[in-house]
């Protein structure tokens, strides 16, 4: 059963979020938080449930190709449930990379590609013009039809965080990708309670603007989703 306590924000009657931390390539956490979270609905059944995922699916861990592969052919849920999967930086990344840009591949390599390479069985240090290729199409077409953000009743969902003082059909995707300061530290209000990942943390953050749920599964730590439901926050995690 999981322990709710109170959220800073509000959904409608009906309608249940699970919002799921940065995976970076844990595939068999993800399958495993995926379980959890259709026990969750088999026990609590919902009118409306929403998943999002909130954001670098690849790099740093063992399987980036297994968890697209799973994103790409929808979690094993109930068919009521929505799924919206969001843009990270390292998707952000990894696309331009495969695009040619040179500096990008540098980054790339650097911040993780490497296993996210391995893991189609591609060679990091052959020619770089091959990585692409060795990517199916249809995982590249699902990168770039990744959202930057999603919108439920009082949150918004981003991977990173939001520019204070910004309004936020005005945000830059840029911060949206990648920002920390000045997101992690102000507290002001923000126009909505701000669900993000993208800066690790041991524990879920629950704060009045904002909740963080990148909870390091690929340093060690669990994989995370936050259970959002009328006036109510909770955590599966794996």
Request: net charge negative; charged share 20%.
């Amino acid at each position: 059963m999981i322990e709710l306590s109170p959220a800073p924000a509000t959904l409608p009657p009906g309608r249940r979020v699970y919002a799921v931390g940065d995976v970076h390539g844990c595939a068999d956490q993800l399958a495993a938080l995926h379980a959890a979270i259709a026990a969750d609905l088999a026990a609590r059944p919902v009118a409306a449930p929403l998943l999002v995922h909130i954001g670098d699916y690849v790099d740093r861990g063992p399987d980036s190709a297994g968890v697209l592969a799973r994103l790409l052919a929808g979690p094993a849920l109930p068919a009521c449930v929505e799924v919206v999967n969001l843009m990270g930086n390292h998707e952000r990344t990894m696309l331009d990379a495969l695009a040619g840009e040179r500096a990008a591949g540098t980054d790339w390599l650097f911040q993780g590609g490497r296993p996210t390479l391995e893991s189609y069985g591609i060679d990091p240090d052959g020619p770089r013009e091959a990585w692409a290729e060795g990517i199916p199409a249809a995982h590249r077409t699902f990168l770039h039809a990744l959202a930057l953000s999603r919108a439920e009743g009082g949150y918004l969902f981003v991977h990173a965080g939001i520019r204070p003082g910004v309004p936020l059909d005005a945000q830059a995707p840029e911060d949206l990708l990648r920002i920390r300061q000045p997101f992690l530290y102000t507290e002001q209000d923000l126009g909505a309670v701000i669900v993000h990942g993208h800066t690790p943390v041991k524990a879920p953050v629950v704060r009045a603007n904002r909740i963080a749920i990148d909870t390091g599964a690929v340093f060690g730590g669990k994989l995370t989703a936050a259970v959002l439901e009328g006036t109510t926050v909770g955590f599966l995690a794996v």
